[in-house]
């Protein structure tokens, strides 16, 4: 990833998760994420409420069944001039490995405070990993 | 739409549009937007420069070839106690009755001052509407 895409993205503590639904429809949903080696997004399954405890979460279930996804990384502004983004395409799945989940977390703990301080992020907790194979930019990154 | 997801959605300037590719991907940008009559959304295909003028527009195309798209309207805050969003699921097609058009134009410079004043939505551009049939709403509304 280039430098300037990369230093826009860590500026940025929320970004938006698209994947597909078992039927293809497209569902997106607001993200904490770490990045990670220039192409590896984390993003955990925090603590933060969920509609529905009694099911399984629409982000994983979508993404066992289709790994595409997208994240978008976007700067608004009312000076319209200074607006941007960074669409990275991409192949998600589940961090299954203990040392990388422990990695992950260690990351997501150095980008966010309430990670820290607030137990969001507890121990073991399932974090997604997405393998960027595609970055599109616009605007004044 | 009940009158709490209309407020919150109309304290965003900035909300994010999910197509479908041809093959089946997500594709995901930020867009401006107005509300018309509780269930349908506009956004322009305004003046804002687009990464290559010689090719159809990426969202055009993919609406075109399947309707289903998304958009999500999220707050995001350092307390995480006033975290929202709202993800509404619709059909989506490209204006074409020119009342409609114009009516569309007119609720988006009243959102807009940038529309307003900067010459940003020429008459006549091409207007996103999309019907929107399902809202998901999460969090501190």
């Given at each position: 990833?280039?430098?300037?895409?990369?230093?826009?993205?860590?500026?940025?503590?929320?970004?938006?998760?698209?994947?597909?639904?078992?039927?293809?429809?497209?569902?997106?949903?607001?993200?904490?994420?770490?990045?990670?080696?220039?192409?590896?997004?984390?993003?955990?399954?925090?603590?933060?409420?969920?509609?529905?405890?009694?099911?399984?979460?629409?982000?994983?279930?979508?993404i066992a069944n289709n790994d595409e996804v997208v994240v978008l990384f976007d700067r608004y502004s009312?000076?319209?001039?200074?607006?941007?983004?960074?669409?990275?395409?991409?192949?998600?799945?589940?961090?299954?490995?203990?040392?990388?989940?422990?990695?992950?977390?260690?990351?997501?703990?150095?980008?966010?405070?309430?990670?820290?301080?607030?137990?969001?992020?507890?121990?073991?907790?399932?974090?997604?990993?997405?393998?960027?194979?595609?970055?599109?930019?616009?605007?004044?990154?």
């Amino acid at each position: 990833m280039l430098a300037h895409l990369e230093k826009f993205i860590l500026s940025l503590q929320v970004a938006r998760l698209s994947t597909l639904t078992p039927s293809g429809a497209p569902h997106t949903i607001p993200i904490c994420f770490a990045l990670f080696d220039n192409d590896t997004i984390y993003t955990p399954i925090d603590t933060k409420p969920k509609k529905d405890i009694t099911k399984p979460l629409k982000r994983i279930e979508n993404i066992a069944n289709n790994d595409e996804v997208v994240v978008l990384f976007d700067r608004y502004s009312e000076d319209w001039g200074e607006l941007a983004y960074v669409m990275a395409k991409g192949k998600a799945k589940l961090v299954s490995d203990e040392q990388e989940n422990l990695q992950a977390m260690r990351l997501l703990e150095n980008r966010y405070i309430q990670y820290r301080d607030q137990n969001y992020l507890p121990r073991g907790a399932k974090i997604i990993g997405i393998r960027v194979y595609d970055y599109t930019s616009w605007g004044n990154l």
